[in-house]
Every structure is written in structure tokens, then in C-alpha cells.
């Protein structure tokens, strides 16, 4: 993870993806299959995000300047 706005780019295209079949396909609700999917990897996205910080503030030496099991890295 990158810690930036390129970690929503599965959730941002398959939404576009959903409004574009939407304006696309005659029934409109088909689009709905991929906004629902885009929702549902935003939702998968912000637990990856808030369970990867709290793993990073629990172990010891996460300060800035340290490496994996708290060794200064060079």
C-alpha cells in the first residue's frame, strides 16, 4: 500500500465502469453490479488501510528512520 489516492484506483474504475455501462447498456441496472463491486472494494480498501496503520503503531520501532524489528535503517 502507498499510503495515497492510487490505493482507490480499483474502487475509482470500477465505478466509471458501472456509470459507463449505465449510459451504455438499455437496462440501466446492470451498471449497479459495478457500483456496487466499487463500493464494495472501497469498503475492503479503507480496512486493509486502518488494519495495516494500527499494525505499524503497535510494533516497537515503528518511528520514522526505523526499519522491520525496530533496527535503524541505513
Excluded at 474502487?11 to 456496487?36: D, E
Excluded at 520514522?64 to 535503524?72: D, H, I, K, N, S
Aim: proline share 5%.
Amino acid at each position: 500500500m502507498t499510503g495515497d489516492w492510487r490505493d482507490w484506483r480499483p474502487a475509482i474504475w470500477l465505478i466509471m465502469l458501472g456509470l459507463a455501462v449505465m449510459l451504455l447498456v438499455s437496462p440501466f441496472y446492470f451498471g449497479a453490479l459495478f457500483i456496487g463491486l466499487g463500493i464494495g472494494a472501497s469498503i475492503r480498501i479503507r480496512q486493509r488501510r486502518r488494519r495495516a496503520a494500527a499494525l505499524a503503531a503497535s510494533r516497537p520501532g515503528a518511528a520514522a528512520g526505523r526499519g522491520p524489528g525496530g533496527r535503524r535503517r541505513r
